[in-house]
């Protein structure tokens, strides 16, 4: 639990918390109002989209997973992609209890064009800082998540 005591002891994390939160917000409206807006698409559907394509076919709980959102959200994110004829779903094989993603053609002609302009999205996006600054933030957020990972 955090008290006011513990934010004033840690005043920096804390700041360094805030701006992390504001600048991964920022950067997603960014991406959002360039390149999903104009297809009708949110964040988090061009998550799923782009999760499912990586991987062909994808079970719905490691959907969730990998794209940090809860199933019931997965769930009517799924609805809405299915509904723009994007996504499809099917049974497992094995057990006919799971739900198995798998992008439709519409879908992955969608997820083709839409990869570089978020691409180009985020190159802007981080334009201002020098290679090395850009390698060192890198480093320090993948060093964050394996810190937080392993404290699972």
Not at 11 to 21: D, G, Q, S
Not at 62 to 76: F, M, N, P, R
């Amino acid at each position: 639990m955090s008290t006011q005591r513990d934010t004033q002891r840690h005043p920096v994390a804390t700041e360094a918390v805030l701006h992390l939160h504001r600048a991964a917000n920022a950067v997603r409206q960014h991406v959002e109002q360039v390149v999903l807006r104009p297809r009708q698409l949110t964040w988090t559907g061009f998550v799923v989209l782009r999760t499912v394509w990586a991987a062909r076919r994808m079970e719905t709980r490691h959907v969730a997973e990998h794209a940090g959102i809860s199933k019931a959200t997965l769930t009517g994110v799924v609805d809405t992609l299915s509904g723009r004829g994007l996504v499809r779903r099917d049974h497992h094989p094995d057990d006919g209890r799971l739900v198995v993603l798998q992008l439709t053609r519409k879908g992955r002609r969608l997820v083709r064009e839409l990869l570089p302009e978020s691409q180009t999205a985020e190159a802007f996006v981080l334009s201002y800082l020098e290679p090395a600054q850009l390698a060192l933030m890198t480093a320090a957020l993948r060093g964050l998540i394996e810190h937080l990972e392993r404290a699972r």
